[in-house]
């Protein structure tokens, strides 16, 4: 387990806790975000999205999900015990963008094969995890940005973890694109079944750094522990794991 350092808050003065990796660390007590290699303030837009559940609150859309579904055992809501229930504040990398793609291809559905050629246009709000390693179902997670509002440190529970950002403004905005690219090959597959040439034009609006609420939840059930992420701004379950519904009735 690395260590983690010190930097001392530059508009407060209290210790800022940052893990190796991280690039932009955001004090606990004043909400003041710092850049930690230069040690300057962060100058771009930091937002926050608010959780709306507490610690009881939350086995609401727990249950509901157990107790929903084909899938799942029958007695899963009344036997499963919930083990843990940790919020965190995850940084993501909101970047809002047009593109326009022109792509060439080869129509293979015909015979013979034909060429076609067009434009896509699309717009979206691209969410990039500003973690390096995780599993982290970033493309499930439909950000309700009603919610968005500016960093408020005030708005934070005590009992919250607060992550911090691995990845700098530049690097998100390519994986953004690189994963646009990706997504429009896989649109474009409606229209041509292999692609020769593809052009990608990104217009980037605007670019937010945001804490966006996340449950971490474990469960155990039979003997066996499971884990749930659940989005703390409207309660949507993000990911679940689902047990076996038979044991041993093979
Ligand atoms: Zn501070």
């Known amino acids: 387990m690395a260590v983690a350092q010190i930097i001392k808050c530059s508009n407060c003065g209290a210790p800022v806790e940052f893990q190796p990796g991280e ?22 837009e930091h937002s926050l999205l608010l959780n709306h559940f507490d610690q009881s609150q939350i086995d609401k859309p727990i249950r509901d999900w157990m107790t929903s579904g084909f899938l799942k055992p029958g007695d899963l809501a009344r036997k499963a015990k919930i083990t843990e229930k940790e919020l965190i504040y995850l940084p993501f990398w909101l970047v809002s963008i047009t593109v326009k793609s022109t792509y060439k291809g080869v129509f293979e559905r015909v015979a013979p094969p034909v060429v076609k050629e067009g434009t896509m246009e699309k717009e979206y709000n691209w969410l990039v995890l500003a973690r390096e390693a995780s599993a982290f179902p970033t493309r499930e997670y ?3 940005l009603e919610g968005k509002i500016p960093y408020d440190f005030r708005k934070i529970e005590g009992f919250a973890k607060i992550f911090n950002s691995e990845i700098e403004r530049e690097e998100a905005l390519e994986l953004a694109e690189q994963q646009i690219d990706t997504h429009h090959r896989f649109l474009l597959q409606q229209d041509v079944d292999k692609i020769i040439e593809l052009k990608n034009e990104f217009n980037v609006k605007t670019m937010v750094y945001l804490h ?39």
């Open 23 to 44: 690039l932009v660390a955001t004090c606990k007590y004043c909400g003041f975000t710092t850049v930690i290699e230069t040690g300057q303030a962060f100058v771009f």
């Open 142 to 144: 439909d950000v309700p």
């Open 212 to 250: 966006a609420p996340v449950w971490f939840i474990k469960y155990e059930y039979h003997g066996n522990i499971y884990q749930l992420i659940i989005d703390g701004a409207e309660g949507m379950v993000l990911k679940g794991d689902i047990p076996p519904a038979k044991f041993g009735l093979l």
